[in-house]
């Protein structure tokens, strides 16, 4: 049975989600938004578990500020769709207004081109990737059948959506990836958003005031 250890950072209360397996010691880690990865890092420790894999959502700066402090602590992998990489190499280019803080580039990286099932070797079994743009172009989901869960970055939200008003950004694709892609998922799957609380698939098909039942 794996457990989701959820963080959530500033300055922008983006969430950070450690998804470890005690049976095999390891863990992988959803999005890594600024001062994560000291507290990530501790809880891994602290659980006994290794940081095997860093899987992004998308590459606003948001969601990877630490991720490059993360792998070199780490040595994980990292993995994020080839049409969001631009932003994770060049970071401090794309952030759309200044930050105080530097954004390190990440140059190892795993690019996922299509939908895919994506093995990770922590032992919790296999994720499958779903490509969700819209708020970025290579936005994703990452589905984990066997617990019902699915982490949605910035694609879906508990009664929202993502921004689609930033470089990258497109309404109407991000309403077709919720309808025809995450909306495909039964309503009992859990979802693990970028920012706000938890939600399901369920409740949002039917209540969702952009996607829902009843707005098309």
Known sequence: MTSVFALECPPVATWCYMVSSPSTGT????????????????EAQRLGVRITDILLTHTHWDHTADCAELQRATGARVVVHQADLYRLTDPMKHTIWPLPFTIDPVDEVECITNA??????????????????????????FVDDATRRVF?????????????????GDEETLLQS???VLFLL???????????????I???????????EGTR
């Open 116 to 141: 895919t099932t994506l093995v990770t070797p922590s032992g919790a079994g296999s994720l499958r990737v779903l490509h969700t743009p819209g708020h970025t172009e290579g936005g994703v989901c």
């Open 202 to 212: 369920g409740h949002e098909r039917r209540t969702n005031p952009f996607v829902g």
């Open 186 to 200: 039964d309503d009992d799957y859990q979802v693990f958003p970028g920012h706000g609380p938890t939600t399901t």
């Open 27 to 42: 863990a992988y880690v959803v999005d890594a938004p600024f001062q994560s990865a000291a507290t990530v890092m501790a």
């Open 152 to 168: 949605a970055g910035d694609t879906l939200f508990a009664g929202s959506i993502g921004r689609v008003d930033l470089p990258g």
């Open 178 to 180: 919720i309808r025809n």
